[in-house]
């Protein structure tokens, strides 16, 4: 950020490093309602080691540049397909014997409602970060050009709430 003589940082809050370990993150189907049964203690642990890293790193940005505008973002519910689906997150809750259309997206939304909990939080423990909440902005599937990527016109969206946010730190400086 110093040597680039960045007028602001925009740092996008940490899924692919999510999505590394989420072969770990479901405990097979069993009833129940609460979809928070069927997610396992390497949920929280891995979210922990990735908010440990993001508090770190904002931090040492901080101390470096203590007037720099930093936004962070979490991520949009992501969509999960039906059983035997390609795509990033359906193989992992077919081996967990989740079928329900409606139970794997309780799940799946579990996760991330709890991974940007945790982001918000770790953003209120560093002074002057802004944590944009993005859940619930890429509603239509059709703005989803697979499980956990939008299309352009859904990032476009997710890219004006970040925008926003922005503009207005950077009126501040």
Known sequence: VDQAGAAALVLSGGGNDLMKR???FLHPWR????????????????????MDTIFQMLTRV????PKLP???HGYDYLRVGEVGDDGYLAKFFDAAGIRSRDERRA???????R???????????VVGISYV???GFVTEDSMWHDDIHPTDEGFGLLSKKVAEVLLERMAEV
């Open 107 to 113: 799940v799946l939304w579990a996760i991330v409602d």
């Open 115 to 125: 991974y940007n909990q945790r982001l918000r939080s770790t953003c209120e423990c």
């Open 62 to 65: 901080r101390r470096r540049q």
């Open 70 to 72: 930093i936004v962070i």
């Open 31 to 50: 009833p129940g309602s609460d979809p928070q049964r069927l997610l396992t203690d390497a949920v929280d642990e891995h979210m922990r080691t990735l």
């Open 133 to 135: 909440d993005l859940r």
């Open 22 to 24: 989420f072969h770990q």
